[in-house]
Nanobody, 126 residues
Framework: QVQLVESGGGLVQAGGSLRLSCAAS????????MGWFRQAPGKEREFVAA????????YYADSVKGRFTISRDNAKNTMYLQMNSLKPEDTAVFYC???????????????????WGQGTQVTVSS
């Protein structure tokens, strides 16, 4: 099993920044991919960003491209999401996810991921 704990959420004004962290523990092994998803009230959980084990391959949702940056530190088993130029429509619970394999194939649906954190709330006020 893999345990994931997110942190760094909070309330920020539009145009502001936040940095989310996700710490992985347990039977993480090596080679796993990590990702961020979000779920706004009344909406389905949606893909935000993903990063391969090496950190050399990343993917972003079109809605966050150019504003969010995903990164990871394998020595710390931790992933980050730097969020800049935040908008009210970014308000959601943000979830960290891990999948045992790489980022080839389908990665955007939540079912493509194996482990999930409990989520951290991000609220952007206008």
């Amino acid at each position: 099993q893999v345990q994931l704990v997110e942190s760094g959420g909070g309330l920020v004004q539009a145009g502001g920044s936040l940095r989310l962290s996700c710490a992985a523990s347990g039977r993480t092994g090596t080679g796993y991919s990590m990702g961020w998803f979000r779920q706004a009230p009344g909406k389905e959980r949606e893909f935000v960003a993903a990063i391969a084990w090496s950190g050399g391959t990343t993917y972003y949702a079109d809605s966050v491209k150019g504003r969010f940056t995903i990164s990871r530190d394998n020595a710390k088993n931790t992933m980050y999401l730097q969020m800049n130029s935040l908008k009210p429509e970014d308000t959601a619970v943000f979830y960290c996810a891990v999948r045992r394999v790489g980022l080839s194939g389908v990665i955007r649906p939540p079912v493509a991921w194996d482990y999930w954190g409990q989520g951290t709330q991000v609220t952007v006020s206008s």
